[in-house]
Structure formats: C-alpha cells, structure tokens
C-alpha cells in the first residue's frame, strides 16, 4: 500500500513539475513600436501576435504598444538590452546608432526602386549582417521589414537642390540622413515621428524627409506646397527579440517565435512593394506641385555621403555588389 501511494505521489509530482515548467515558460511577450496603431509595421506585429498564440495553444500572447508608449526607440532597445522589454519592431536606423554597419543601407540611391528594396533585405549579406547583433547590442535581430523610399516634403517651392540650401529639414534621428542633408547643405533637424505634423505646420521646421504612406496618411501635404519623389533612400526595419528574454526561452518557443515573427515581418515588404504606387498617385492628387526628382537632381550629395561612408564600413561593398546581383529581377 506505503508503496502504491508512494508511486502515486512520484506521478503526481512530475505531473505537477511538468504544468510548473510550462506555465513558468508561458508568457505575455511585450513588443513596442514608434508607429501609430494604423500603420503598416503596427498591424503586422498584431498580426504575429495573434498567431502566435494560436500556434501555442494560448501559452503564449504579445501586448503590442505603439506610437512610443514604452519611450522612443534608443529607449526601447536599452529596455531591450536590460530584458525590460521583450521584443520591437524597430528602424534599422535606431540600430545603426549602435552598429554603424546597419548605416550601408541608407546608401543613395542603393536601391533602384521599392521591390529592388525588398530583395536587398531578403539577401544572405542582409541577413547576415543580423548576426552581430546579439554580441554588439544585446539584441537578437529576427528578419527585417521596411517602409517606403523616402521623399521629401516641403513648405516652399524647390526646383533645385539649392533650393533645399539652409532649409531646416526634419530628418529621422540617425547618421545617415544626417550626412546625407549636411552634404546638401540643408540644415538637418533630427525629430522624432510623433513631433512631425505639429513642426510642418507650424514652420518650425521648412521640410522633412517621409515616405509615401506617412505623407498620405497623416496628410503631411497639408501644410506643404511641394513633394519632391526623390525616391532616395530605402527604409528598412528590424524585429529584435531581447538577448536576455531570448536566451531564457527554450529551443522549441524560440522556433516558433522567429518563424512566425519573420514571416509577418517579411509581409510588410510586400505590402509596401504592393502599396507605395497607389500612395505616391495619391499624394500627386492632391494638386500639390509634385516634382519627380533622381540622383543627379542632388548632385555631388551622393558621391560625398559615398565617400563618408566607404571610410565607415566596408559592408557598403557588400551591400552595393547585392544590389547590382539584385537589380533586375
Ligand atoms: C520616420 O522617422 O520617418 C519613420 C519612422 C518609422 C516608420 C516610418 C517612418
């Protein structure tokens, strides 16, 4: 009998070790983003929120907060590097403020077009490139996303990149841009998403640097006589999962979570390979001057933001022979 019960009682307790082990694996995973809920980037992480807890039968869900709830994005991969905060969905941007490597992708003109954009981030050298992450930022980087080229919007007439001259021009806060604009001669004025409408309206800043879907969504073109489609950057974004959070998720969570995390963020490629056009007629519908402008509207910018950078990272060379590999396909 003692040993029946005692047999019993070993069953009971692995039974008992093994609801412990999976409620102490199950978790509500906390993703922030900069974006508004309606935009592109915001949906998706929704999107693999959802399905990642119907993938693990409600083990596992995500809280999703956009539109810099948890603080702006160089706030969110330091509670990223802390495990304050499990993963974002974050500008490649923000990261090249960590890993100046990141910064090859804001090459002028690298990208021919927005689907010749995707298939740059779809490389093996792009996602290579991910693999310093955990060592250099104390972040595990998943796949990337992206939003459109960026164009540029502006209160005055410009019919010349003279014209963008001194102009105080908002730029997204990272290096990149800012050598490009510097290179041009306007005057880069580093501001966070969220700032921009109120800047534009008010005059506080002449232009910015956006892309198609923010232009046309939150109406940038309202208080701007001008869009330059300048096409001249591509803009890609990364999923991070925190080292910390990472390494403390077993084989099993950490597949699903980055097969289902890469997948959404790949949908955004082409969303917005599918989307930017219709955007960009858009905004021409308005009746605003719309101005299609290339490389050579920018003159010597490019070459001297080229040669800037060749000094930075030699990733510049790789990213460039993806490029031309990848130029018409
Ligand atoms: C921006 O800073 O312009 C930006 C940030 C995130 C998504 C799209 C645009």
Not at 82 to 94: C, I, N, S
Not at 169 to 182: E, K, M
């Given at each position: 009998m003692t040993q029946?019960?005692?047999?019993?009682?070993?069953?009971?307790?692995?039974?008992?070790?093994?609801?412990?082990?999976?409620?102490?694996?199950?978790?509500?995973?906390?993703?922030?983003?900069?974006?508004?809920?309606?935009?592109?980037?915001?949906?998706?992480?929704?999107?693999?929120?959802?399905?990642?807890?119907?993938?693990?039968?409600?083990?596992?869900?995500?809280?999703?907060?956009?539109?810099?709830?948890?603080?702006?994005?160089?706030?969110?991969?330091?509670q990223l590097q802390?495990?304050?905060?499990?993963?974002?969905?974050?500008?490649?941007?923000?990261v090249s403020n960590r890993v100046t490597d990141f910064g090859a992708f804001y090459a002028p003109y690298l990208a021919n077009d927005i689907a010749h954009a995707g298939r740059i981030l779809r490389s093996d050298t792009a996602k290579g490139m991910l693999d310093q992450l955990p060592r250099e930022a104390g972040v595990v980087g998943v796949a990337y996303g992206m939003a459109g080229l960026r164009q540029i919007v502006s209160r005055g007439e410009v019919d010349s990149?003279?014209?963008?001259?001194?102009?105080?021009?908002?730029?997204?806060?990272?290096?990149?841009?800012?050598?490009?604009?510097?290179?041009i001669g306007a005057a880069p004025t580093p501001m966070p998403l969220p700032a921009v409408y109120d800047a534009l309206a008010n005059g506080q800043v002449d232009a910015i640097d956006m892309d198609a879907e923010l232009i046309w969504a939150l109406k940038y073109y309202?208080?701007?006589?001008?869009?330059?489609?300048?096409?001249?950057?591509?803009?890609?974004?990364?999923g991070l999962v925190s080292g910390r959070v990472w390494a403390g998720l077993s084989e099993e969570d950490r597949a699903l979570i980055a097969e289902l995390m890469e997948q959404h963020l790949d949908s955004t490629i082409d969303t917005y390979v599918e989307l930017e056009q219709g955007w960009l007629d858009q905004i021409e519908g308005t009746g605003k001057t719309y101005v299609k402008v290339d490389r050579d509207f920018f003159g010597d910018a490019v070459d001297q933001w080229n040669?800037?950078?060749?000094?930075?990272?030699?990733?510049?060379?790789?990213?460039?022979?993806?490029?031309?590999?990848?130029?018409s396909q």
């Open positions: 029946t019960i005692t047999a019993l009682g070993r069953a009971a307790l692995a039974a008992l070790a093994l609801v412990t082990a999976s409620a102490a694996s199950a978790k509500d995973f906390r993703l922030g983003l900069i974006t508004p809920p309606s935009h592109v980037w915001t949906k998706a992480a929704e999107a693999f929120g959802t399905e990642l807890e119907e993938a693990s039968d409600g083990a596992h869900s995500v809280t999703v907060f956009p539109a810099r709830q948890l603080g702006n994005e160089a706030e969110m991969l330091q802390t495990g304050a905060l499990d993963m974002a969905f974050m500008t490649v941007a923000e990149a003279e014209d963008l001259a001194g102009l105080k021009l908002r730029i997204t806060p990272f290096d990149p841009i800012l050598d490009f604009y510097n290179a309202d208080h701007a006589d001008t869009i330059l489609q300048s096409d001249h950057m591509m803009f890609p974004m990364v040669a800037t950078w060749a000094d930075k990272t030699a990733t510049l060379d790789e990213l460039r022979k993806v490029a031309e590999d990848t130029a």
